[in-house]
């Protein structure tokens, strides 16, 4: 009997279990989002190979356990009769996790969908020290928990007020959470205390004269730890607007932790161990500009 490369199934998506000769399969679902046909397949698959039941993850994607070492091939090709792939597993960048964002939700401010597709395309699987785990959020409300990846993206607005739209009605005033904001009606005057924004586009969503708008980008964080050792990510950048700028600094992130990184240390340990000031000196030197 051949030998089983455990190592090579674990990084095609196969977690062994502590039956002999099992695997849960976790597939590679990006944002959350899975078509139905598909996910019928995934029942057919599980109610033949496995115990008819599946895992849903705590990063948007499903797990079929007890599927059996000689159904590994004949698993991977009916799924993929559908267009469905194994998840990523080992020291590599995981599936990117989305919340629903702005083509849904009335709160997001940015396309979320569309962007961690994007980014499954350019860096899913992608060989790293260590595990890495990139997450999008649409806007302030942080249902993806921005902070607790590595990378977490989150949905922001530079606002930007329009004096003739303005009503002075104060409702602006009353959503910001960080007191950023000053209406005085009997004046017809506003003001904004940009050092206390927080760019979560309160103001922009609420107005009922579209005074507010601005420019959407991206909070980024880096460093976020959720695993034996718990630690949340800083935001060391301002607000980003481009989105080729915020792969340029994903790719600067990736080269960073490519060169100071140690096999099997997670980033966040790479960037206290580096120091945190020579990353920043490194995002800064793409010059970038905000």
């Given amino acids: 009997m051949a030998e089983v490369d455990y190592k090579a199934l674990k990084k095609g998506g196969f977690m062994q279990q502590v039956q002999k000769d099992h695997f849960a399969l976790r597939l590679h679902i990006v944002g959350g989002q899975i078509p139905a046909g598909q996910l019928q397949k995934v029942t057919e698959v599980a109610q033949k190979y496995g115990q008819g039941y599946i895992h849903m993850t705590s990063r948007q994607s499903i797990e079929i356990p007890f599927i059996r070492l000689e159904d590994v091939e004949a698993v991977i090709n009916e799924l993929k009769s559908v267009g469905l792939e194994p998840g990523a597993s080992g020291p590599r960048v995981r599936t990117v ?152 600094v994903i790719d600067k992130t990736f080269e960073f932790f490519q060169t100071y990184g140690k096999p099997r240390e997670r980033f966040r340990n790479t960037l206290d161990r580096v120091g945190w000031e020579t990353f920043t000196k490194e995002l800064e030197g793409l010059g970038l500009e905000h």
């Fill in 97 to 248: 996790t989305a919340c629903q964002g702005a083509a849904i939700c009335p709160s997001g401010l940015i396309d979320t969908t569309r962007l961690a597709k994007e980014l499954d395309n350019r860096y899913f699987a992608r060989g790293l020290p260590h595990k890495f785990k990139l997450g999008v959020t649409g806007c302030g409300n942080n249902c993806l928990k921005a902070e607790e990846n590595d990378l977490g993206i989150k949905g922001g607005v530079r606002p930007r007020w329009q004096q003739d739209l303005c009503i002075y009605c104060g409702l602006c005033q009353a959503v910001c959470l960080a007191k950023a904001i000053e209406v005085r009606k009997e004046d017809k005057a506003l003001s904004l205390d940009r050092d206390l924004c927080t760019y979560c586009g309160k103001c922009v969503k609420s107005c009922p004269t579209l005074a507010w708008g601005g420019e959407r980008g991206f909070l980024l964080f880096f460093g976020g730890l959720f695993g034996n050792r718990i630690a949340i990510g800083k935001r060391i950048l301002p607000l980003v607007i481009a989105e080729e700028h915020l792969y340029q």
